[in-house]
């Protein structure tokens, strides 16, 4: 169950991120002409920013999917702009430094929110 889950997550990941590029590897918004609106994207568009953030979240859920001592975790992930967003509850504190970690090491994560908290009950 847990490597369909992941699976899909990164089909997802991919697919998004393909979604996003054309086919020399441009994002499509470059190489369209300029209509003086402004966005806060670097990449010149909204939609462009939610895809790669959608493809963040998923590769990062994978990852913490995948990491043996964070697999029975229940953290929830947000993306915002590159920025992921850590939260739910852990036993340990090297369990919370360790999904820290693993999502700070996927592609395309700028920074790391750590609202994780650290508890038994």
């Known amino acids: 169950m847990r490597m369909t889950i992941l ?3 990164l089909t997802a990941a991919m697919s998004v991120v ?3 590029r054309t086919e020399d590897g441009r994002n ?3 190489t369209a002409p300029s209509t003086g609106a402004t966005t806060d ?3 010149g568009s909204s939609t462009a920013v939610a895809l790669e953030d959608t493809a963040i979240t998923a590769k990062v859920k994978a990852a913490l ?3 043996d001592d964070l697999k029975d975790s229940r953290i929830s992930v947000e993306t915002v702009s590159g920025r992921v967003i850590l939260t739910g509850k852990l036993p340990t504190e090297s369990q919370q ?3 820290i970690e693993v999502a700070r090491a996927v592609d395309g994560v700028q920074d790391v929110e750590n609202r994780l908290t650290v508890g038994n009950s």
């Open 41 to 43: 994207s670097p990449s």
């Open 28 to 30: 499509p918004s470059s």
């Open 97 to 99: 430094r360790r999904a």
């Open 65 to 67: 999917a995948m990491a």
């Open 18 to 20: 393909a979604c996003s």
């Open 7 to 9: 699976c899909l997550a």
